[in-house]
């Protein structure tokens, strides 16, 4: 499994919420265990008393996106850096199910968890996915979706650093309302002129007479 992979644990967690919104789908075990996408051997710990522990989680997480998007990286790295140090991993070469054609194991590396709850072990491979992510690309790359009032996390991987936005849905959202806001403020301006013209012709009619 790749490393960048785990990185998207974070962004799923943070975006269970939309503050802005007042919408959380974070509220049952159920909620919790679909967070862990394929890894249903993890998914089958979580229990009632995980949703408080995973909001709890997100919240922090969603601090360090937020440091990341007001461009603080070392408030950014110091809060990742306090979840790595309250939810350890342990690195492993592994091996399973990836196979070359001559059926040779593809090695790769692997986060292995070991939790006391379910909320610890995806918070651990949350904070560390987010760390190789935030270390071999930058803290710039940790973004919150500018098409308000969404505020979406989202990880940058454009060649540019251009990205600013959470989904294709929300980019095309905002330029659409920055087109209208172009079309207003012309039509605003075309009034503008317009009346001043007919002032104009006005006060020329009157002065001619």
């Keep these: 499994m790749e490393l960048a992979y785990y990185s998207d644990y974070a962004v799923r967690l943070v975006?269970?919420?939309?503050?802005?919104?007042g919408k959380d789908a974070l509220t049952s075990v159920e909620a919790v265990r679909d967070l862990f996408g394929g890894n249903q051997s993890a998914a089958r710990r979580a229990t009632d008393a995980d949703v408080t522990r995973f909001r709890s989680v997100r919240a922090r997480l969603r601090a360090v996106f937020e440091a990341a998007d007001h461009g603080d990286e070392t408030l950014a790295v110091d809060l990742l850096n306090s979840l790595l140090l309250e939810f350890p991993v342990s690195p492993q070469i592994s091996g399973h199910d990836h196979r070359d054609d001559d059926g040779r194991p593809l090695w790769h590396m692997h986060l292995a968890d070991h939790p006391s709850n379910a909320t610890a072990g995806y918070a651990a491979i949350a904070a560390m996915g987010l760390a190789f992510h935030l270390t071999e690309y930058g803290v710039d790359r940790l973004g919150l979706c500018e098409a308000a009032p969404c505020r979406n996390a989202y990880l940058d991987t454009s060649t540019n650093r251009s990205?600013?936005?959470?989904?294709?849905?929300?980019?095309?959202?905002?330029?659409v309302a920055a087109y209208r806001a172009r079309k207003r403020l012309e039509a605003d301006r075309t009034a503008s002129t317009g009346l001043a013209a007919d002032s104009a012709q006005?006060?020329?009619a009157s002065g001619e007479r």
């Design 202 to 204: 006005r006060t020329t």
């Design 15 to 21: 975006n269970s919420e939309e503050p802005a919104r």
């Design 163 to 175: 990205r600013r936005y959470c989904s294709d849905r929300c980019a095309t959202r905002a330029n």
